[in-house]
């Protein structure tokens, strides 16, 4: 009877472990931060809005300008070429986050961006985080 009760309670606590760690998954999956991006200077001509996960490479298509809301001191990291490769600039949330004319500043476009918080989340505690387009 003792073994069924110790076998009944340990069942029990790892299911409630289990949805623990699934509730800090997401609960940690939620970004503060909100981006738009522009494929013509100055914030015409919307291609999408997102809110990136940290760390998380996103293949956006070429955007000329930006707008990146986040938390003071976060980072972006804006790609020239698809999947987070080509040449990188770094813009500081929100010193530098609304960057108005990629070809007058940068004298090209840019077409994915990583998303660093200042609190280095980066979300391997629970595996939430791969670094996919």
């Known amino acids: 009877m003792v073994r069924i009760f110790l076998n009944h309670s340990l069942g029990l606590i790892l299911v409630v ?9 997401n609960l940690a999956s939620k970004s503060p931060a909100s981006f738009d991006f522009f494929r013509n200077s100055y914030y015409n001509d919307k291609i999408t809005s997102i809110s990136p996960r940290p760390n998380k490479c996103y293949t956006v298509g070429e955007f000329a300008s930006a707008i990146f809301r986040g938390s003071e001191l976060d980072v972006v990291k804006m790609f020239t070429e698809p999947h987070c490769r080509g040449m990188m600039k770094k813009r500081v949330i929100p010193v530098s986050g609304a960057p108005g004319d990629n070809i007058k500043d940068y004298g090209q476009l840019f077409s994915s961006f990583i998303y660093k918080p200042k609190n280095h989340h980066s979300g391997h505690h629970c595996g939430c985080n791969d670094y996919q387009d």
């Open 17 to 25: 472990a289990t949805l623990s760690l699934v509730a800090a998954c």
